[in-house]
């Protein structure tokens, strides 16, 4: 049975999942009403888990080191009372060879080597391997639902992953470049970091350990 998870757990994860955001997109993240999500963000301020700053017109939270330990205590609570971490773990080792070929799409969007520079820049004059990229973006795609499904069905936190990275890849299949890899939209790149980053948080890893 999928568990449904406070919104005090939440809102401090998606503090971390989406690393430095402002309030209306913390509070959209997980679908919970700003009034409620400015609350917990004022709460956990006072316990010296999340911090407020701003810098170049741009202002938002993010999670401190004590943020960061008791974000991870919680989930693993919840783990546990969901009977889950075996499942989790599991979808995570399918997760890695995936995570491989999608950093490298990623990089072949973004470099094109040639004769002289195996670090060109990629000018996106070269619609075949472009098209490379967008087919091997689709492989990723297609064994990420099943994943997605996996992880929806232990706790509900873990839907729309799947959904998200099939949008961006239908922008980026009609013509728009950006929703590949660029950070400052909902794109392939930025919705597989914030699943890497929701499994490792999930797990109580790093991004370079093994399960």
């Known amino acids: 049975m999928t568990r ?19 309030t209306p997109v913390i509070a959209r993240r997980y679908g ?27 202002e938002g939270w993010s999670l ?6 008791e974000n991870e205590r919680q989930l693993a609570a919840e783990l546990t009372r969901a009977g889950a971490a075996d499942e989790v773990r599991d979808v995570y080792r399918t997760f890695l060879p995936l995570n491989a070929l999608l950093l490298q799409a990623c990089t072949d969007w973004q470099l094109r080597p040639t ?26 795609e297609r064994a990420l639902t099943p994943l997605a ?7 509900t936190r873990f839907r729309g992953y799947d959904t998200r990275f099939t949008a961006a890849l239908a922008r980026a299949r009609a013509g728009d470049g950006a929703w590949v890899d660029q950070t400052g939209l909902d794109s ?10 929701d499994l490792i948080a999930t ?3 790093d991004r370079h350990a093994q399960p």
Request: with cysteine; aromatic share 6%; proline share 3%.
């Open 4 to 22: 449904d998870s406070t919104p005090g757990l939440l809102v401090l994860h998606a503090v971390r999942v989406t690393g430095f955001a402002d």
């Open 32 to 58: 919970l009403d700003a009034v409620t999500t400015e609350q917990v963000l004022r709460d956990a301020e006072a316990r010296g888990w999340v911090e407020h700053t701003a810098f170049a017109g741009t």
């Open 64 to 69: 401190t080191e004590p943020g960061r330990t």
């Open 115 to 140: 004769a002289g520079d195996r670090l060109a820049v990629n000018d996106h004059s070269d619609p075949t391997w472009d098209a490379g990229v967008l087919h091997e973006l689709a492989c990723v």
């Open 149 to 155: 499904d996996r992880l929806g069905r232990v706790l």
């Open 188 to 197: 392939c790149h930025r919705v597989w970091f914030e699943l890497h980053e």
């Open 203 to 205: 797990l109580g890893l």
